[in-house]
């Protein structure tokens, strides 16, 4: 699998879920390669935990594998609160390092009125340390995100799709980039 997109909201037919399908679309129709949506509202994951995970300790195992083979990411994340929801925060916690590791990422956040800053940040300054995962300097907010509408005249929707052959391009050179970074003794935590 190339690229998984991340729905962001545990919320039943979000716009998150939305808007992760018209991005699973634009990568179907433009780039020709696979996708697939993992949503964080069909898919019930346990609080990251120290004791296990009892019923779920295969759910975790196959999560880690199957984003362990993806090439990139596409973080679909609401605002809530002014922050990133915290299931969004427990999936990178549940991943650990090796799934992410030096791999290119994608944020696009959305609001139904006029936020989204705040979770881009957020995510920008606190997720990469341990998990090193590669946000690229492209980014996409979505605001007011109910009436919004994807159409080739969309200024949003143009970098949108633009982000998305951006996060591509990321996706193919990084593969060389973490064959050359095996050769050196990066600490899992980083600093
Ligand atoms: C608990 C909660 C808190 C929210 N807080 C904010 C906020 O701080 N800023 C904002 O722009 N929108 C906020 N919203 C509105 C969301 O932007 C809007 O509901 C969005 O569609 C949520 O995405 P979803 O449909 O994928 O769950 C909040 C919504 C919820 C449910």
Redesign the pocket.
Known sequence: MEIIII???N?KL????R?SKIIEKIIKDQLNINSYIFSLYSNKLPLWNEEGYGSDEENIINLKKNFSQSKGFIF?V??????VPPHVKNLILLLGTKPFWHKPALIVT???????A?PAMELRGSSQKNSHINWIPEQVIIRD??NWIPVNTDEVYHRLVTSIKVLNIYTNQLEDVREQLSDLEIKDFGM
């Open positions: 729905s962001g909201s919320r979000s716009q998150s879920e808007v679909v609401p605002e809530w609160h002014g922050m959305i609001s139904s009125s006029n936020g989204g705040y995100v109910k």
